[in-house]
């Protein structure tokens, strides 16, 4: 059992960070386009797409199997665990606010500059880094 439920985490995972690797950079694109232009409302259908039809789906699943591989280590003990959580509770929250941006584009709404864009691309990846490290590694 412990195998495929680890399968599981890793598949959902990995859609989830591949969203988080391309979500941002269509909003890069997108701010660059004229409001209600047909370009903008292309992204606008991709944006939604990609949030509501793999990003978020795979959120859930990467929690519902990440708890599930939590309880079957018994890893809560574990301090590289603990850390591992509180990283993927940021990448959460960074979904959540993932999730407003594309609420902002759907209305036509430019709030932010180009290159707040490009920098929120990196924070996942960043994310993602050390959490590789600490599940690999398992430092502490």
Do not use: C
């Amino acid at each position: 059992m412990y195998e495929w439920v680890k399968v599981l985490h890793l598949i959902s995972v990995i859609s989830w960070m591949v969203g988080f690797l391309y979500l941002p950079r269509l909003m890069v694109y997108h701010n660059e386009t004229e409001p209600g232009s047909e370009t903008s409302e292309t992204f606008k259908v991709m944006e939604r797409r990609l949030l509501k039809a793999i990003m978020t789906p795979a959120m859930i699943a990467s929690w519902i199997f990440g708890l599930w591989l939590m309880v079957l280590l018994e890893a809560w003990q574990e301090g590289w665990f603990v850390s591992k959580l509180f990283l993927v509770l940021l990448l959460s929250a960074f979904h959540g606010f993932a999730a407003k941006w594309v609420k902002e584009f759907a209305a036509d709404e430019r709030k932010r500059k180009t290159r707040f864009y490009r920098f929120a691309n990196e924070v996942p990846t960043v994310l993602m880094i050390l959490v590789v490290i600490l599940v690999i590694v398992k430092p502490f």
